[in-house]
């Protein structure tokens, strides 16, 4: 089946680095992908949109200065988060839609960031 | 605005004890209702997709429901292995096909 995998499941980083996710669909295309953010027992929410060959789409109150996406081919998508604070400190999990027995949205496995 | 409505928070089975997973949601345009298994730490994992009121889908002890305001997800004679989250979502085609999550039922199922 479909399959999309995250790198790196998880990461440390000091305030004021920055920190690079992975999020790549290994057997499919995807033209749009789709990162969230969870918080401890809650549900998820969704950040933006990301769209190749385009800007990406940001929800509401998300600043897209601080969360850069960058969708560089059809299978990857990149989520940067820039000049990390340890608010940032969440679960990330990015999501792609494949077409296959109807259209259904296949997670990564998510990346667990802590920012000290 | 989309909303999904997941109860109960939390649910404890013993093994063996059947139980239902409420999903309530209001759509503009519904595309697609989903359900996923979420464990710790990890993304979710597909179940299942409804498309119309209706529609049943059946996975191992997992059969998930669908009416025009609800969907149900029972679990029939649980196991230790089935605690986790359950997440339900739903696809409005009429605001991008994007999906909007229910807040999760968390399931322990003791032994």
């Known amino acids: 089946g479909a399959v999309v995998s995250q790198h790196p499941s998880w990461v440390i980083c000091k305030s004021g680095t920055s920190v690079k996710i992975e999020c790549r669909s290994l057997d499919f295309q995807a033209t749009t992908m789709f990162w969230y953010r969870q918080f401890p027992k809650q549900s998820l929410m969704l950040m933006a949109t990301?769209?190749?060959?385009?800007?990406?789409?940001?929800e509401q109150g998300v600043e897209k200065d601080k969360f850069l996406i960058n969708h560089a081919s059809l299978t990857l998508s990149t989520l940067t988060v820039t000049s990390a604070h340890p608010e940032d400190s969440s679960f990330y999990i990015c999501?792609?839609?494949?077409?296959?027995?109807?259209?259904?949205?296949?997670f990564g496995n998510g990346t667990r960031l802590t920012v000290t | 605005e989309d909303q999904v409505t997941q109860s109960p928070e939390a649910l404890r089975l013993q093994e063996g004890e059947s139980s239902s997973l409420n999903c309530s949601y209001t759509?503009?345009?519904?595309?697609?209702l989903f359900w996923y298994r979420q464990d710790p730490g990890k993304g979710p994992e597909f179940l299942f997709t409804?498309?119309?009121a209706g529609e049943e889908k059946e996975k191992e002890r997992l059969k998930a429901t669908l009416t025009k305001k609800e969907s149900f997800l029972h679990i029939t004679a649980p196991k230790p292995e089935d605690s986790a989250t359950y997440l339900c979502a739903v696809e409005d085609g009429n605001a991008g096909n994007m999906l909007t999550f229910g807040g999760g039922t968390r399931l322990m199922v003791k032994p």
């Open positions: 990301s769209n190749e060959g385009s800007k990406a789409t940001y």
């Open positions: 409804l498309y119309s």
């Open positions: 999501s792609a839609p494949s077409l296959g027995q109807g259209r259904t949205l296949h």
């Open positions: 759509v503009s345009g519904l595309r697609g």
